[in-house]
C-alpha cells in the first residue's frame, strides 16, 4: 500500500468569466520513505497541489489516499491524528510563522497541540529537536525574525518533524536560500529521511536541486503530467517539450552529487 495515493485530481479556478484547470486530472503514489519531486515551470499546478494534499483547499475531483484512509473524507479527530502524519515546510518560515514568536513557542505549538509531549517534557523535546536540525539548544528564546534564512528553514523542519509525520509536503523550501545554505539543508533532508523514513513530496522549479534530492519526479505542465519517472533519467534526457525546456533553462545542473 502507497503512503499516499492521489487520484485524478482536480481543481479548477475562475478567471474572467473563464475557468482554467490549475491542476486537471492528476494521479500519483508516494511510497514510505521515497521523495517524489514535482517540477515545472511558474503557474504549472505545483503549489495548488501541494495545498490539495494538505488539504488548504478542496479540490473539484479526485481523491487522496493517505496511511490507508480517505483522506478527503476525514474529519474531526481521526483528521487531527491524521494531520500530525502530514506536515508542510514552505519556502518563506516568515510568512509560515509570527516573526516576533520566540523559537521555542514555534517548535512549542505542534507537541502541545498534537499532545506529544507533556508540559514539563516539552523544553527537553524542543532541545532534542533544535539538535536534530543542527541548531543550538541557545537559538530557543530567539526571534523567528532574528535569525538567519537558513535556521529559520531549520525551524521550520524541526516543526514539521516535531509530530513524527510519515510524509511532509516541501513547496519550493530551499529556493529562497543561498547557494552554501540550500545545499546543507538538503544534507540535512537526506539525513533526516534515511534516520526516520520520512517520505518528501518535494516542490520546486529547480531541476539541479530536484536531481540532487529526489527519486523519482513528475514534470508538470499547466496543471497536467507531462513525464514521470526515475528523477535523473528524466533530467538527464527529458522527453516532453517541458522538461526539455526546462533542462536548457536550467543553469547548471550538477551530475556529481552521489
Ligand atoms: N487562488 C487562486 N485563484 C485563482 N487562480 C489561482 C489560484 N491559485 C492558483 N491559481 C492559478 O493556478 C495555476 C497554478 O498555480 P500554482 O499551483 O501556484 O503554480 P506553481 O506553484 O506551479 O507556480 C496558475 O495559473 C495560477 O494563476
Ligand atoms: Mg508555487
Known amino acids: 500500500m502507497s503512503l499516499l495515493t492521489v487520484s485524478k485530481l482536480t481543481k479548477r479556478y475562475g478567471r474572467g468569466g473563464k475557468t482554467l484547470a490549475a ?42 489516499e493517505f496511511e490507508g484512509d480517505d483522506f478527503l473524507a476525514l474529519r ?65 528564546p530567539r526571534a523567528i525574525h532574528e535569525i538567519s534564512g537558513g535556521q529559520r528553514q531549520r525551524v521550520a523542519i524541526a516543526r514539521a518533524i516535531a509530530t513524527k509525520p510519515s510524509l511532509i509536503v516541501l513547496d519550493e523550501a530551499v529556493s529562497a536560500l543561498d547557494v552554501s545554505v540550500r545545499g546543507q539543508i538538503l544534507d540535512l533532508l537526506l539525513d533526516l529521511q534515511h534516520q526516520e523514513r520520512i517520505a518528501y513530496l518535494f516542490i520546486s522549479h529547480d531541476l539541479g536541486v530536484v536531481r540532487a534530492i529526489a527519486h ?15 528523477a535523473r533519467t528524466v533530467i538527464d534526457a527529458p522527453q516532453s517539450a517541458v522538461g526539455k525546456a526546462l533542462v536548457a533553462a536550467a543553469p547548471r545542473l550538477d551530475r556529481s552529487r552521489p
Open 216 to 230: 523519482r519526479v513528475i514534470l508538470l505542465d499547466g496543471g497536467r503530467i507531462a513525464e514521470s519517472g526515475d
Open 23 to 64: 491542476v486537471d486530472d492528476v494521479s500519483f503514489h508516494v511510497e514510505p520513505g521515497e521523495t517524489l519531486a514535482l517540477a515545472g515551470p511558474s503557474g504549472s499546478g505545483k503549489s495548488t497541489i501541494a495545498r490539495l494534499v494538505l488539504r488548504l483547499i478542496e479540490p473539484d475531483g479526485g481523491g487522496i
Open 76 to 140: 474531526g479527530a481521526p483528521l487531527r491524528v491524521r494531520r500530525a502524519r502530514l506536515q508542510m515546510v514552505f519556502q518563506d518560515p516568515l510568512a509560515a510563522f509570527n516573526p516576533r514568536a520566540t523559537v521555542a513557542r514555534v517548535l512549542d505549538d505542534p507537541l502541545r497541540i498534537h499532545g506529544v509531549a507533556s508540559r514539563s517534557e516539552r523544553p527537553r523535546r524542543i532541545a532534542a529537536l533544535l539538535e536534530r536540525v543542527g541548531l543550538a539548544a541557545g537559538l530557543a
